[in-house]
């Protein structure tokens, strides 16, 4: 082999084992000459209620027939029964029969719970359309057979408002019904005075 190739070899090995070393040495020196296994890592920090979503809370305005009304902040996946047990729970006088205790609540949702006897906005005897019922129908909490309960409103439509709700949170007004595929201008106009938000 000639002497030159021979010169390179040295030269490259020598260089290899200096940075060798050098490695060696900036990890005893850096203080890293203990190994770290995975299984040795603290968790991560939980990530409950990681969805998209810019908070993993939500804030609920509880009012009606309740021990304590007020606002209350609970989990982003709570239902209307964990606000309810929040504001220290139904009082004697409510009618937990037209509140869906089932319900997922959204983000700045007013929840009301009616009295026994005083529907909420209760709508002039006489106004209501046959068969609807007699206190307006609240579109952020109610159920499949409550919204089929409406004049118009079938279990497919009924089904495609509470998707409607599942997606965009609570309704903030009953306008919003008119994005709902199957409710028009005049479906809506006629649901503007037996629902409310």
């Known amino acids: ?75 982003h996946d709570s239902r209307i029964a964990d606000a309810l047990t929040r504001a220290g729970g139904a009082t004697r006088k409510a009618d937990l029969a037209q509140v869906n205790l089932a319900a997922p609540i959204a983000d700045g949702e007013q929840i009301v719970v009616p009295q026994r006897g005083a529907g909420v906005g209760a709508a002039v005897p006489g106004t209501a359309a046959p068969g609807a019922p007699s206190a307006p129908v609240q579109l952020s909490t109610a159920t499949v057979e409550q919204l089929d309960s409406l004049p118009g409103v079938g279990p497919v439509t009924a089904q495609k408002i509470l998707d409607y709700r599942q997606k965009h949170g609570a309704f903030q007004s009953v306008d919003e019904l008119d994005a709902v595929p199957g409710i028009g201008p005049k479906r809506l106009e006629q649901l503007r005075e037996l629902v409310v938000p």
């Open 1 to 75: 082999m000639p002497e030159y190739l021979l010169q390179r070899r040295r030269l490259l090995l020598a260089a290899v084992g200096s940075l060798a070393l050098i490695l060696l040495l900036g990890r005893f020196v850096l203080g890293a000459g203990t190994t770290t296994t995975a299984a040795s890592l603290p968790p991560p920090p939980a990530l409950a209620g990681v969805t998209g979503l810019p908070s993993s809370r939500v804030v609920v305005d509880v009012v009606g027939a309740v021990r304590r009304p007020g606002l209350y902040r609970l989990p």
